[in-house]
Every structure is written in structure tokens, then in C-alpha cells.
């Protein structure tokens, strides 16, 4: 099955346009239909995010040691290279849409999909998406404050960025379906 929409969540280590990736989470789904695709979750070695011109931030470094063990633990090992991470996010947009009709989703537009899209440039590959189709989660949310959707992260903990990206799509189902019985 060929999606369209793509809800996209990251944990960075800064802040737009050039904060340091930490993570993507990602999955496709289907509005009207409501299914899901396998979804996208990578980690990603701070150091190469560094690398490769992503920034730190120092309140972003404060808020991270703010964080339970188990989040930071999460971004702490096993990340991979960015460039290797970012080819890998590509090939799975590609896998499951196409570049000219994806819709690309963010909490907001402007702080994911700007610090993934700024990761590309940086890593001279491709961004994978027209900026043109970028959509704003945060935006419909805040559309339709009456819609709360409060389920369980799956198991996961708070700023698990596929966790996250799961939630928000999700919730935007519920969004679009609030006046059904």
C-alpha cells in the first residue's frame, strides 16, 4: 500500500534549524482507511550529528538532564551514524510514497521538519519531501481543543520519537473523526 501522510517526531540535542538529531520516529497512515504502515524509528550518535554541523543548545542540554533515566538512556546508545540514518529515513519515505506526494507531518512544521530537512542540506542528500506538502500537527490540534486524546504511549516512555509520532497520528484520526458516534 502507497501512503500519503507521514507523521515525523524527533528529540534533538538544539534547536531549529540546525539542532543536533538525536532520534526520528515516523509511520504512514491513512486518514480514511486508518491504517498504518510499518513504522520508522533510529537513533542517532550525537557525534556525528555534531559532525555534520548540527548545533547543541545549552537549555536544550538543561531540559535533557531534566529527563527520566529512561529517556535520556534512549538517545544515549547505540545511535548511528546520521548520514546512514538519514539515507535509511529516505528509502523508507520511498518504500511506502513518493516524493511528490507525501505529506510530511510535525509538532510543529517548524521544529521537526526543519531540523530534519536542515540535517539533509547539511548532509548534501536529498530531502526526501516537498516543503510545499509540509503539515502542521500542532496547528489542526490546536484547531480542535475539544478532541483530547489521552491513550497510553504503548509501553513506551515521554520523548520516545516514534512513540511520539505514533500518539500524534493517532490523535489526528480522532481529530478528523470527532463528530462520529
Known amino acids: 500500500m502507497k501512503y500519503t501522510d ?4 524527533t528529540e534533538s540535542m538544539g534547536l531549529p534549524p540546525d539542532g543536533a538529531l538525536l532520534s526520528i ?11 498504518f504502515s510499518p513504522p520508522f524509528s533510529r537513533t542517532i550518535n550525537l557525534a556525528t550529528a555534531v559532525r ?4 547543541l543548545t545549552s537549555s536544550t542540554i538543561m531540559w535533557w538532564l531534566g529527563q527520566s533515566q529512561e529517556a535520556r538512556d534512549a538517545v544515549r546508545f547505540s545511535g548511528g551514524d546520521i548520514r546512514n540514518v ?9 518504500e511506502h510514497s513518493d516524493v511528490k506526494s507525501v505529506r510530511p507531518w510535525g509538532n510543529s512544521s517548524s521544529f521537526d521538519l526543519t531540523i530534519i530537512g536542515s540535517a539533509y542540506i547539511r548532509a548534501g542528500i536529498p530531502t526526501p519531501w516537498y516543503f510545499t506538502n509540509e503539515r502542521c500537527f500542532r496547528t489542526v490540534r ?3 481543543p475539544q478532541v483530547v486524546y489521552d491513550i497510553e504511549k504503548k509501553g513506551k516512555g515521554a520523548h520516545n520519537a516514534l512513540a511520539d509520532a505514533v500518539f500524534q497520528a493517532e490523535h489526528l484520526i480522532a481529530i478528523k473523526n470527532r463528530n462520529k458516534k
Open 25 to 35: 520516529g515516523a509511520v504512514f497512515f491513512d486518514l480514511q482507511t486508518e491504517q
Open 6 to 9: 507521514l507523521m515525523i517526531d
Open 52 to 55: 555534520d554541523g548540527g548545533t
Open 86 to 94: 538519514l539515507t535509511e529515513f529516505a528509502d523508507y519515505i520511498a
Open 142 to 144: 490546536n484547531m480542535y
